[in-house]
């Protein structure tokens, strides 16, 4: 069954879907941006399962309930600072998209939203960050079978028309 991918201009805090991706930082315990609203929105419980993580190594995920979110999990996952691009933030940006696809594929999920990694705070250029995501989700989702549909949650328009225009082609490239 082939995954559907799509983009779309929301607050990833309201999407009903199976996980919602956090752009966290390594120590799991909160912050600004897309994790503050995660954690504000699903409530004091998640701050206190994600104590019992131990962190998170940049571009690793780890798994937690949603909690007061519609989502039923949440996959934190840490993007790299953007530091020029020559000291492996491309490959670690692609590895945040890959091991968040492995563990929903891991528990059997079938709906996956992610927000722009490393895009905010992290300074990511979000042309180059767009290209990395969708060409690693391409490349990942066919291993897992159970996936059905993979949002790209965009912030702003600005966002949302680099999503579309790198799904309509085949090579992003
Ligand atoms: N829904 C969807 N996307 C959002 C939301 C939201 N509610 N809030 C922010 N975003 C978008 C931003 O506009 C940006 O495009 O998420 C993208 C990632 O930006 P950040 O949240 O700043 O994340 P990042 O750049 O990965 O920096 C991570 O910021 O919040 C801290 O604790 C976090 O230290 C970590 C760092």
């Keep these: 069954m082939r995954t559907s991918l799509r983009a779309l201009r929301a607050d990833i805090t309201t999407l009903a879907v199976d996980a919602i991706v956090n752009a966290a930082n390594s120590s799991l315990l909160g912050g600004g941006g897309v994790d503050g609203a995660i954690h504000r929105a699903a409530g004091p419980d998640l701050l206190a399962e994600c104590r019992l993580l131990g962190g998170c190594d940049t571009g690793d995920a780890k798994l937690t309930r949603g909690h007061g979110l519609p989502a039923r999990y949440v996959i934190h996952t840490v993007g790299p600072v953007w530091r020029g691009g020559r000291e492996g933030e491309p490959e670690r940006l692609a590895s945040c998209y890959r091991r968040s696809i492995e563990l929903a594929g891991l528990h059997g999920l079938a709906t996956l ?61």
């Design 113 to 173: 939203a992610f927000p722009a990694i490393s895009t905010g705070v992290y300074g990511y250029p979000i042309e180059a960050a767009t290209v990395i995501a969708v060409t690693t989700v391409r490349n990942t989702v066919g291993q897992h079978a159970n996936i059905r549909e993979v949002t790209f949650c965009c912030f702003s328009a600005d966002d949302l028309a680099i999503y579309e225009r790198l799904l309509r082609t085949d090579r992003p490239e």
